[in-house]
């Protein structure tokens, strides 16, 4: 699968026991199955009913040629919750979100600023469990393997 943002690089698989993500190493960005981002929402109905409902968007930034990397299509982008002008790629045939270079921080830092309330919640709890998984996977450099096809 290549990156679909750099388009020759291939996107390097990271792995860890039965987890994994793929991510570019020229422009960080990210793919994470629409599951394990689901990781981020758990135990709260508003960020799971607009994650992946709200209407599709025309991106600000050109993004809408972005193609899906494992089928081909062109995925869809949305913005993470109603107005944090993150704007995500989404293929729901695969499951499959894609996320740009700093995307997953930008993501942390509006949960933390526009959600105080969830701090020391069970949902704060779930959203650092991702944060370290991602950082974890992330770290494990050595084991980034380019992948073809
Ligand atoms: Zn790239
Ligand atoms: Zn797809």
Not at 20 to 35: A, F, M, P, V
């Amino acid at each position: 699968m290549n990156c679909p943002v750099c388009k020759d690089e291939a996107l390097g698989l990271i792995k860890h026991e039965n987890q994994q993500l793929h991510r570019c190493i020229s422009c960080s960005g990210l793919l994470i199955s629409t599951n394990d981002f689901i990781e981020l929402q758990k135990e709260n109905d508003r960020h799971l009913s607009t994650l992946l409902t709200k209407p599709e968007k025309t991106s600000k930034k050109n993004k809408d040629s972005r193609k899906c990397p494992s089928c081909g299509k062109t995925m869809k982008c949305t913005d993470y919750e109603w107005d944090s002008n993150i704007e995500i790629e989404v293929c729901e045939d695969c499951s499959l979100i894609w996320l740009d270079g700093g995307e997953m921080a930008a993501i942390h830092e509006h949960l933390k600023k526009e959600h105080p309330e969830l701090i020391e919640s069970e949902l704060e709890h779930e959203t650092k469990k991702f944060f370290n998984w991602v950082k974890y996977l992330l770290s494990k450099a050595g084991e980034i393997t380019p992948r073809i096809g």
